[in-house]
């Protein structure tokens, strides 16, 4: 054969530069397409294989709301809800980001007052029964002590009680680090809870209301407890408990300090190596009505879509939740309407039954909407 021509030869080189980049082309698009395929897999995976939380009793994989009666309007409208945020086509669709729902603890989450709330019994059992501190107790702490013992026997709480009882909580537990606190708190829940067979205090979760949080969980929601008990006592209940992480629990504030930093301003004071984070015994905020709403603009900075409470300190937060919202939002109140399983209050019932119709929130009665409370196992005793 003869040789190739000067045109020839660069036609050839052309066309094999051509098919090089033509290859290169294809396997790079193949590349990326595995890759999207793979984060897509891994995104999905990531929300379909969230564990259930450790206090749920009832996992069912057919019915993520199983304890919910099928006439509940809960199940209905939040089933209905979820296929139209999670659907990318329709006009109701949230990004994963912006899934942020809001829960309420006590008396939404939890046993709330039984006969008061958690605490409240806390606190008073620093003060009058802790042998290691009820001798230290401040004459104020006993005063405040007082009301919350006549609050548990005739359900009626002094009005300024909420702020008394949280200046008690961050003066009685003064010097502790969280982590200590946390400890206190746990090794008391720890105890039979009063007035229930088959239950530990730290067990006296909602169990439909759980199945709710895991079922959020599973559908991109990232779940925060805006809580008015303290937020350390808080995070102590909840961990552990539910599937959500102390970062997304807040409650109301006390200051905090470190150990060596005495009465310095926190300007001038710089953190030493053998230091640690204790709690400085000044009560900071209750977190309820308005306060809320605060927490959350300043915590989270993002407008929820799903609220859900139980009593008037939780208006603001579902207010804030439904009002001017550029998603599809609601807000859900649980009603105490239950006497034979739970320690319920039928005008208590009522009056959230009315107000939640009058501003098109849905009401939740624990009575019909609840296939259990606590399990099959727990009794309530009168």
């Not at 009522?350 to 624990?366: G, L, P, Y």
Request: aromatic share 10%.
């Amino acid at each position: 054969m003869g040789e190739l021509r000067e045109p020839e030869r660069k036609d050839m080189s052309k066309e094999r530069k051509s098919n090089f980049w033509k290859s290169t082309a294809i396997v790079l698009a193949i590349i990326l397409i595995a890759l999207c395929c793979f984060c897509f897999l891994n995104k999905k995976q990531s929300y379909s294989s969230v564990a259930p939380s450790p206090v749920l009793k009832y996992v069912n994989t057919s019915d993520p709301l199983s304890l919910w009666t099928k006439d509940s309007k809960l199940k209905n409208e939040l089933t209905d809800y979820m296929k139209k945020i999670t659907d990318k086509n329709s006009k109701d669709y949230i990004p994963v980001s912006d899934r942020i729902a809001v829960f309420d603890f006590d008396g939404t989450l939890f046993c709330e007052t039984n006969p008061v709330y958690l605490d409240h019994r806390v606190a008073y059992h620093r003060i009058v029964e802790d042998e290691t501190y009820k001798d230290k107790a401040s004459d104020y702490e006993k005063e405040v002590a007082a009301k919350i013992k006549s609050y548990m026997d005739t359900g009626k709480a002094d009005p300024n009680l909420p702020v008394e009882h949280g200046t008690c909580v961050a003066t009685s537990f003064k010097g502790m680090t969280p982590e200590e606190l946390t400890a206190y708190v746990k090794n008391y829940i720890n105890q039979d809870e009063p007035h229930y067979t088959n239950m530990k205090t730290k067990d006296a979760y909602y169990q439909p209301m759980v199945q709710v949080v895991d079922y959020l969980n599973k559908n991109g929601f990232t779940v925060y407890v805006v809580s008015g008990t303290d937020r350390y006592l808080t995070r102590a209940f909840v961990e552990g408990a539910l599937n959500i992480p102390m970062r997304q629990v807040i409650g109301s504030d006390e200051i905090l300090k470190a150990t060596k930093q005495n009465d310095t301003d926190g300007l001038e004071y710089q953190f030493a190596t053998d230091d640690k984070v204790i709690l400085a015994g000044e009560f900071q905020i209750k977190n309820l009505k308005m306060n809320k709403v605060k927490v959350i603009e300043r915590e989270i900075g993002q407008q929820p879509v799903l609220a859900f409470g139980n009593t008037s300190g939780d208006y603001s937060m579902a207010t804030f939740t439904t009002s001017n919202n550029k998603y599809l939002s609601k807000a859900f109140m649980l009603c105490c309407d239950d006497l034979e399983r739970e320690n319920g209050n039928l005008q208590k019932a009522e009056d959230m039954q009315k107000h939640c119709a009058e501003v098109r929130w849905t009401a939740i009665s624990m009575k019909n909407d609840f296939v259990t409370i606590y399990g099959e196992d727990v009794k309530y005793q009168k």
